[in-house]
Protein backbone atom coordinates (compact mmCIF):
# COMPACT_ATOMS: atom_id res chain seq x y z
CA UNK A 1 0.00 0.00 0.00
CA UNK A 2 1.37 3.49 -1.22
CA UNK A 3 -0.12 6.87 -0.29
CA UNK A 4 0.98 9.55 -2.22
CA UNK A 5 0.06 12.96 -4.50
CA UNK A 6 -1.22 11.85 -7.83
CA UNK A 7 1.75 14.27 -8.85
CA UNK A 8 4.20 11.82 -7.68
CA UNK A 9 2.47 8.69 -9.19
CA UNK A 10 5.61 8.90 -11.54
CA UNK A 11 7.67 7.84 -8.75
CA UNK A 12 6.44 4.05 -8.43
CA UNK A 13 6.51 3.67 -12.31
CA UNK A 14 9.06 0.54 -11.56
CA UNK A 15 6.17 -1.21 -9.71
CA UNK A 16 4.99 -2.24 -12.63
CA UNK A 17 5.09 -1.54 -16.71
CA UNK A 18 1.40 -0.53 -17.39
CA UNK A 19 2.08 1.79 -14.49
CA UNK A 20 4.09 3.97 -16.88
CA UNK A 21 0.97 3.80 -19.24
CA UNK A 22 -1.57 5.50 -16.40
CA UNK A 23 1.03 8.25 -15.87
CA UNK A 24 0.88 8.96 -19.34
CA UNK A 25 -2.91 9.08 -19.50
CA UNK A 26 -2.88 11.12 -16.38
CA UNK A 27 -0.88 13.39 -17.28
CA UNK A 28 -2.37 13.58 -21.10
CA UNK A 29 -6.22 13.90 -20.05
CA UNK A 30 -8.20 16.37 -17.19
CA UNK A 31 -9.29 13.11 -15.08
CA UNK A 32 -11.70 15.40 -12.74
CA UNK A 33 -13.47 15.70 -16.31
CA UNK A 34 -14.01 12.04 -16.67
CA UNK A 35 -17.92 10.73 -16.67
CA UNK A 36 -19.20 8.69 -13.82
CA UNK A 37 -18.68 5.33 -14.93
CA UNK A 38 -15.94 2.53 -16.90
CA UNK A 39 -13.39 3.52 -19.09
CA UNK A 40 -10.94 0.87 -21.03
CA UNK A 41 -7.86 2.56 -21.40
CA UNK A 42 -6.26 -0.76 -22.74
CA UNK A 43 -8.59 -3.63 -23.37
CA UNK A 44 -7.84 -6.35 -20.90
CA UNK A 45 -5.13 -4.31 -19.63
CA UNK A 46 -5.75 -1.23 -17.83
CA UNK A 47 -9.50 0.42 -16.76
CA UNK A 48 -10.75 3.02 -14.94
CA UNK A 49 -13.67 3.35 -12.78
CA UNK A 50 -14.61 6.85 -12.11
CA UNK A 51 -17.79 6.57 -8.84
CA UNK A 52 -18.72 9.35 -6.79
CA UNK A 53 -20.45 7.81 -3.53
CA UNK A 54 -21.45 8.50 0.19
CA UNK A 55 -18.86 7.54 2.60
CA UNK A 56 -19.61 5.34 5.58
CA UNK A 57 -18.80 4.09 8.79
CA UNK A 58 -15.74 1.05 8.88
CA UNK A 59 -18.44 -0.66 10.46
CA UNK A 60 -20.67 -0.90 7.01
CA UNK A 61 -17.39 -1.45 5.07
CA UNK A 62 -16.65 -3.91 3.02
CA UNK A 63 -13.26 -5.08 2.15
CA UNK A 64 -12.15 -6.57 -0.71
CA UNK A 65 -8.87 -9.07 -2.21
CA UNK A 66 -7.45 -8.97 -6.21
CA UNK A 67 -5.57 -11.53 -7.34
CA UNK A 68 -4.73 -9.72 -11.17
CA UNK A 69 -5.03 -6.16 -10.43
CA UNK A 70 -3.23 -3.38 -9.09
CA UNK A 71 -5.62 -0.39 -7.77
CA UNK A 72 -4.49 2.91 -7.71
CA UNK A 73 -7.13 4.63 -6.16
CA UNK A 74 -7.06 8.43 -7.40
CA UNK A 75 -9.73 11.10 -5.03
CA UNK A 76 -10.03 14.10 -6.82
CA UNK A 77 -13.01 15.40 -4.67
CA UNK A 78 -14.48 14.98 -0.99
CA UNK A 79 -11.95 12.81 0.18
CA UNK A 80 -12.14 9.47 1.68
CA UNK A 81 -10.39 6.72 4.54
CA UNK A 82 -9.60 3.62 2.86
CA UNK A 83 -8.76 0.41 4.64
CA UNK A 84 -5.86 -1.73 3.91
CA UNK A 85 -5.22 -4.85 6.04
CA UNK A 86 -3.77 -8.34 5.92
CA UNK A 87 -6.67 -10.71 4.65
CA UNK A 88 -5.55 -13.16 7.27
CA UNK A 89 -7.09 -11.01 9.82
CA UNK A 90 -10.11 -10.29 8.20
CA UNK A 91 -13.60 -13.18 7.92
CA UNK A 92 -13.90 -14.23 4.38
CA UNK A 93 -17.81 -13.72 3.43
CA UNK A 94 -17.20 -15.25 -0.16
CA UNK A 95 -15.26 -17.73 -2.71
CA UNK A 96 -12.94 -15.98 -5.05
CA UNK A 97 -14.77 -15.16 -7.89
CA UNK A 98 -12.44 -15.71 -10.92
CA UNK A 99 -14.15 -13.55 -13.63
CA UNK A 100 -14.34 -10.22 -11.44
CA UNK A 101 -10.92 -11.01 -9.75
CA UNK A 102 -12.44 -10.34 -6.51
CA UNK A 103 -13.13 -11.99 -3.36
CA UNK A 104 -15.16 -10.24 -0.32
CA UNK A 105 -14.35 -10.23 3.78
CA UNK A 106 -15.72 -8.11 6.67
CA UNK A 107 -13.76 -7.08 9.68
CA UNK A 108 -11.96 -3.65 11.01
CA UNK A 109 -8.32 -2.80 10.24
CA UNK A 110 -6.59 0.48 10.54
CA UNK A 111 -7.75 3.20 7.87
CA UNK A 112 -5.59 5.70 6.13
CA UNK A 113 -7.76 9.29 4.59
CA UNK A 114 -7.13 10.01 1.37
CA UNK A 115 -7.63 13.41 0.18
CA UNK A 116 -8.48 15.48 -3.30
CA UNK A 117 -5.40 15.27 -5.13
CA UNK A 118 -3.76 12.41 -3.69
CA UNK A 119 -3.79 8.31 -4.73
CA UNK A 120 -3.84 5.06 -2.25
CA UNK A 121 -2.03 2.12 -4.70
CA UNK A 122 -2.75 -1.35 -3.60
CA UNK A 123 -1.18 -4.68 -4.69
CA UNK A 124 -2.74 -7.63 -5.28
CA UNK A 125 -3.45 -9.48 -2.19
CA UNK A 126 -3.98 -6.64 -0.09
CA UNK A 127 -7.07 -6.69 1.63
CA UNK A 128 -8.94 -2.97 1.67
CA UNK A 129 -12.38 -1.20 2.10
CA UNK A 130 -12.86 1.98 0.43
CA UNK A 131 -15.40 4.87 0.94
CA UNK A 132 -14.95 5.07 4.74
CA UNK A 133 -15.72 8.23 6.48
CA UNK A 134 -13.08 10.04 8.46
CA UNK A 135 -15.03 12.77 10.62
CA UNK A 136 -18.35 12.27 9.31
CA UNK A 137 -19.76 11.45 6.06
CA UNK A 138 -19.20 12.86 2.81
CA UNK A 139 -19.28 12.45 -1.10
CA UNK A 140 -15.74 11.20 -2.64
CA UNK A 141 -15.39 11.05 -5.73
CA UNK A 142 -12.45 8.75 -7.27
CA UNK A 143 -11.09 7.82 -10.27
CA UNK A 144 -10.07 4.15 -9.90
CA UNK A 145 -7.31 2.89 -12.37
CA UNK A 146 -7.29 -0.85 -12.56
CA UNK A 147 -3.97 -2.37 -13.61
CA UNK A 148 -3.42 -6.00 -14.70
CA UNK A 149 -0.20 -7.73 -13.42
Known sequence: MIIDKIDHLSLYASIHPNIDTVIEFIKNNDINA????KHIIIEDEIYIV???NLTMPIEQGIWEVHK???DIQCIVDGGEGIGCANPAKLVQTSC??????IQFFVGLGPVNYVAPGEFMLL???EAHASKIAVN????SRKVL???KV
Not at 34 to 37: A, D, E, K, N, T
Not at 96 to 101: G, H, L, P, R, T
Open 68 to 70: YYI
Open 50 to 52: VSE
Open 96 to 101: YDNSKD
Open 34 to 37: LSVG
Open 136 to 139: GANV
Open 145 to 147: FKV
Open 123 to 125: MPG
